[in-house]
T-cell receptor, first 117, second 112 residues
Framework: DSGVTQTPKHLITATGQRVTLRCSPR?????VYWYQQSLDQGLQFLIQ???????AKGNILERFSAQQFPDLHSELNLSSLELGDSALYFC????????????????FGPGTRLLVL | DAKTTQPPSMDCAEGRAANLPCNHS???????VYWYRQIHSQGPQYIIH???NNETNEMASLIITEDRKSSTLILPHATLRDTAVYYC?????????????FGKGTKLSVIP
């Protein structure tokens, strides 16, 4: 158990809909990262938040957005869903995730499996 | 971040040492080598990391060549539960490099 929790575990929805994925980082971790894993693209970094602020952006679509709340949990919002958004979505956390701390370990949650029909 | 090259798959007999190679010939001086594994669609699990010295922890050993252009992850006594995809990742310490960049990894199958 990494200490990172994600809900829900599974989500089935229809094209065009909007969903929200939730992540609670390990106790004391300030940074949250979101990754997407699809069959054709592998594991890809989407976005990082540090202490409530966006810190780094990866291959995140404009239809996707995220935020980190004062209690440090994070939500990933996916809208206007398409069939190709079906994937595993992982959240990871680390202590700070700031420059100079590259040796920080990222701990991953169990993921949310999204199926868009 | 430097790119890595790993064999797509490997087999290992249960109880034997599993040696997983990784080539990172373009690695630069401030880049670390990280290893993660993913067991059947679970969240990736951190294994070990190193800069230039060999490292060992309760899970594995990491051997980095002197020129740092390649490394080997060693699982000393592989068990069936070690069957997973193993990712070798090189991370820079520069700004904007907080995320992990995963390649295709090596699918290790531990055989009874």
């Amino acid at each position: 158990d990494s200490g990172v929790t994600q809900t829900p575990k599974h989500l089935i929805t229809a094209t065009g809909q909007r969903v929200t994925l939730r992540c609670s980082p390990r106790s004391g971790d300030l940074s949250v990262y979101w990754y997407q894993q699809s069959l054709d693209q592998g594991l890809q970094f989407l976005i990082q938040y540090y202490n409530g602020e966006e810190r780094a952006k990866g291959n995140i679509l404009e239809r996707f957005s995220a935020q980190q709340f004062p209690d440090l949990h994070s939500e990933l919002n996916l809208s206007s869903l398409e069939l190709g958004d079906s994937a595993l979505y992982f959240c990871a956390s680390s202590l700070t995730g700031t420059s100079g701390r590259v040796t920080e370990t990222q701990y991953f949650g169990p993921g949310t499996r999204l199926l868009v029909l | 971040d430097a790119k890595t090259t790993q064999p797509p798959s490997m087999d290992c007999a249960e109880g034997r040492a599993a040696n997983l190679p990784c080539n990172h010939s373009t690695i630069s001086g401030n880049e670390y080598v990280y290893w993660y594994r993913q067991i059947h669609s679970q969240g990736p699990q951190y294994i070990i990391h190193g800069l230039k010295n060999n490292e060992t922890n309760e899970m594995a050993s990491l051997i980095i060549t002197e020129d740092r252009k390649s490394s080997t992850l060693i699982l000393p006594h592989a068990t069936l539960r070690d069957t997973a995809v193993y990712y070798c990742i090189v991370r820079s310490s520069g700004a904007g490099s907080y995320q992990l960049t995963f390649g295709k990894g090596t699918k290790l199958s531990v055989i009874p």
